[in-house]
């Protein structure tokens, strides 16, 4: 990646609803991603989430998933601790765990029509169930020269891959209240079948919601 290393991010400070933001754009050679903090200058520890864009629920208030609300609960913790540092490296090529957009809505509609859950539906179609690749967040964590690392995730395999490349890793499992019955069964299906650390939680709440 010698390019990006020649390249230092675009910088500037955003007025945002959760405060006052710092913004990092870093181009790489097939796409853009943003780093954002509550901080100019960032130190470890850092309290990190690695967030693959989510349109659908993100910009068209789908009740699909639970990103956009996992999204905003991270904004909202960075924008009011004023203590600890912030760090949220935005995939804004991660549409459907990778595939883009049209194929996330080809999946939902296998899903609709043939009652599948999202695992299936994925494999019916040919894909496999995540097409993401991480290396361009490892990037920009050797950017900042980040070391210690809380990162806000249920995903095992993140935490796996960062493990990995020698950064040293505490989890806070980030449990969000679903915004739909549809979520809380997305939110199952990635428990049972990706391993996601908050089974037990998502399980309790399905139960509650059949009340
Ligand atoms: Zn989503």
Sequence with gaps: MKEEIENKP??????????????FGFKFEDEEIVAISNKRKIKN????????????????????????????????LMGEDKKNNYLLIYFLNHEGRGIGL??????????RKLKLDTYEANKYLGFDYDHRNFDKAIY?????????????????????ILKERGFNISIKKFLVRPP??????????????GGHFIKEEIRKLIEKNMK
Excluded at 103 to 110: G, R, S
Excluded at 140 to 160: D, W
Excluded at 180 to 193: D, G, N, P, V
């Design 10 to 23: 675009v910088i500037t400070k955003i007025p945002t609803i959760y405060g006052d933001l710092w913004f």
């Design 140 to 160: 920009i964590l050797n950017y900042f020269k980040i070391e210690e690392i809380t990162i806000f995730s249920n995903n095992p395999q993140k935490v796996k």
């Design 102 to 111: 049209l194929n996330k809505l080809k999946v939902y509609e296998v899903q």
């Design 180 to 193: 739909s019955t549809y979520a809380l069964h997305y939110l199952m299906t990635k428990a049972e079948r």
């Design 45 to 76: 520890p850092i309290n990190l989430r690695i967030h693959s864009c989510c349109f659908t629920s993100e910009i068209f208030g789908s009740l699909k998933c639970d990103c956009v609300q996992q999204l905003n609960q991270f904004m909202k």
